[in-house]
């Protein structure tokens, strides 16, 4: 039997503004085990230390109209307290509060969604036994 993988292999994200985008999401996916695995000027991609898959590229956005909008994104959580302090540390980096940490009954799920600096929906989320 062949190891699971995930069907998403990576997402592009692009910001009107890298740098504050940067700090926004450096500062929010490490609270969840996830780090800039590479770095440049124009782009940042995130992943866990021990696999490069998936992964999320923050991108420059060349034009106004590239940059990446309505989106909503999830992160698995590894408990509760990692959601809380996602929400929190996200907040400080200049992102804004969607919702608090909470029970969703409908997901089975502990969340919080914060907007990233040019409003999408990224999410914190840890999936309840049951």
């Known amino acids: 039997m062949e190891a699971s993988t995930s069907f998403i292999h990576h997402v592009g994200v692009f910001a009107s503004d890298f740098e504050a985008s940067?700090?926004?999401?450096?500062a929010a996916l490490e609270t969840l085990g996830i780090v800039a695995g590479h770095r440049?000027?124009?782009?940042a991609e995130y992943?866990?230390?021990e696999?490069?898959?998936?992964s999320l590229s923050l991108e420059t956005a060349e034009r106004a109209r590239d940059t990446t909008?309505?989106?909503?994104?999830?992160?698995?959580?590894?408990d509760r307290d990692a959601v809380d302090?996602?929400?929190?540390?996200?907040v400080s980096a200049g992102g804004t509060s969607r919702h608090a940490p909470r029970f969703w009954s409908e997901y089975r799920a502990y969340c919080?969604?914060?907007s990233d600096p040019d409003g999408n929906n990224i999410?914190?989320?840890h999936k309840e036994i049951g």
Do not use: I
């Open 51 to 54: 696999r490069d898959t998936p």
């Open 22 to 26: 940067e700090r926004f999401y450096t």
């Open 69 to 78: 909008r309505g989106m909503h994104l999830a992160f698995a959580a590894d």
């Open 123 to 125: 999410e914190a989320v």
């Open 47 to 49: 992943w866990h230390p």
């Open 85 to 90: 302090v996602f929400h929190a540390v996200a």
């Open 40 to 43: 440049s000027e124009t782009v």
């Open 112 to 114: 919080a969604f914060v």
